[in-house]
């Protein structure tokens, strides 16, 4: 009696388990059902699309174009001094004066008072009234159109660095959607691996109530089990994490319902590529490559905008008005002229801010022909990591299929009698082991895609 109710235990044990994960199929069946959706559908997303949703909503991106916005806004400061400046002011003052202060010396007749104290005396105040308007405008400033140039060539560079800013937040986001990828990957290996754990506990138990069986192997397949479900347990934590990394990449609401329309096994598999083609592309295309040049662009345009201070700088000014000592009897007066402005010494100030915008600019430089050698260099590295993972992707599938035959054959053995549970179990590690080698495989090929079209500045053509 007390064997039977053993019995009964332990079965109800196994049937909990199976229940446990034909739930966990069932959930990842409807996840994998949500997944079916028509691509680009809000929460819907293939790994093209996460790309070019991180080009126009990732907070890098936006900041960049809002340095673009503030270059542009600069441009307009810089012109302000090519164009004309008009003021206008109306005016009513009261002022008085010190004769002596005058220089004037009027003559009067012999024996007769001077007509001011020589002393000097304070007369007024004199009250006026002044409407006035000036204008005046630059005719050849040869400073101001270099500082115009200068300025539209930060520009430049600031529209690059955003190109660079998007290209940097396309790459972050397909590293985030092949994690979310991997991460959904391993948690149906291990939904796999249980399930078929719990079927060795029931046949096991099956073995053990006909008498043929052992409660060794009960034991050891319900250790398996449980060993099993610790690793699912684990997988959906690093499922459910990863979802909220990429929702953090894309800038989008953590509480926003994502379905992946890809897996890593959809995803294109790329034919092998001419090695000097893709390195000239990557030297012609990429965005980083293109910010360093237009920053060395800039920098030099400040250094020619700094020397062109020299040059004599020619404007007019005019100014004219109505004046009076009362508004009823106002008198029109102006003012104009041409004005010559020839720098001539100022402490050596300009010539060292030359030679320090000089060497900030082949500081760049240097700098530029660096990230050229590293560009050459990340290319070839990443046809190396396709080609290598291309062969462990073959390699681990391979290695998979003679797992699973593993498994089988012990299965029969072990249903037959013929075996215990331990073959079984062996042979259910190894194919543990080989589904993640598989996933593992294929994430490192997804990944060297990756690497490869950021490193020919490709990366948001990728579907």
């Known amino acids: 009696m007390d064997h039977m109710t053993s019995t009964n235990y332990r079965t109800q044990r196994v049937g909990i388990y199976l229940a446990v994960a034909a739930a966990l199929l069932m959930g990842l069946a409807r996840a994998a059902s949500a997944q079916q959706g028509t691509p680009g559908d809000p929460g819907h997303l293939t790994l093209g699309e996460a790309i070019r949703l991180a080009t126009q909503r990732s907070a890098g991106v936006q900041a960049a174009a809002a340095r673009v916005e503030q270059a542009r806004a600069r441009i307009e400061q810089r012109r302000a001094d090519l164009l ?5 002011i109306a005016q009513q003052a009261g002022r008085s004066f010190n004769t002596a202060t005058l220089g004037l010396d009027f003559p009067t007749a ?3 008072a001077p007509f001011f104290d020589p002393r000097g005396q304070v007369i007024g105040p004199v009250n006026t009234v002044d409407f006035r308007a000036r204008v005046a405008q630059t005719l050849f400033d040869f400073s101001a ?3 115009v140039r200068a300025a539209r060539a930060v520009e430049g560079a600031a529209e690059a660095d955003a190109t660079a800013a998007q290209d940097l937040a396309a790459g972050q986001a397909a590293a985030a959607y092949l994690r979310a990828l991997r991460s959904d990957a391993q948690l149906r290996a291990r939904i796999a691996d249980s399930t078929l754990a719990a079927e060795l506990v029931g046949v096991a138990q099956d073995q053990l109530k006909a008498g043929v069986g052992v409660g060794l192997d009960v034991t050891r397949a ?8 610790a ?3 684990a997988a959906r934590n690093d499922r459910d994490r990863a979802s909220l990394d990429l929702r953090r990449v894309l800038s989008i609401p953590l509480t926003t319902p994502l379905a992946l329309v890809d897996s890593l096994g959809s995803l294109q598999v790329d034919t092998p590529v001419n090695e000097q083609a893709a390195v000239d592309a990557a030297l012609r295309q990429r965005p980083d490559l293109r910010a360093a040049e237009a920053q060395v662009n800039a920098a ?7 020397r062109s201070e020299r040059l004599p700088q020619v404007g007019i000014v005019a100014d004219e008005g109505l004046i009076g000592k009362t508004v009823s009897h106002l008198l029109p007066t102006y003012t104009w002229g041409l004005q010559l402005s020839l720098p001539v010494f100022d402490g050596f100030r300009r010539e060292s801010r030359v030679r320090e915008q000089q060497a900030a600019a082949n500081e760049i430089e240097v700098r530029s022909r660096d990230l050229r050698e590293q560009a050459s260099v990340e290319v070839r590295s990443a046809i190396l990591d396709l080609s290598a993972a291309r062969e462990q992707v073959a390699a681990a599938r391979e290695r998979l299929t003679l797992a699973e035959l593993e498994v089988s054959q012990a299965r029969e053995r072990f249903r037959a009698g013929v075996s215990g549970s331990a073959d079984v179990i062996t042979a259910s590690l190894n194919l543990n082991g080989a589904r993640t080698l598989v996933i593992d495989a294929l994430t490192a090929y997804q990944q060297a895609r990756v690497s490869f079209a950021r490193a020919t500045g490709s990366i948001a053509q990728l579907q």
Do not use: C, H, M, T
């Open 84 to 88: 004309p400046n008009l003021s206008g």
């Open 110 to 112: 012999p024996g007769a």
């Open 145 to 147: 159109l270099g500082r």
């Open 222 to 229: 319900q250790s398996q089990l449980a060993l099993l479900r």
């Open 231 to 233: 690793q699912l347990i």
């Open 300 to 306: 030099r345009e400040q250094v020619k905008a700094i």
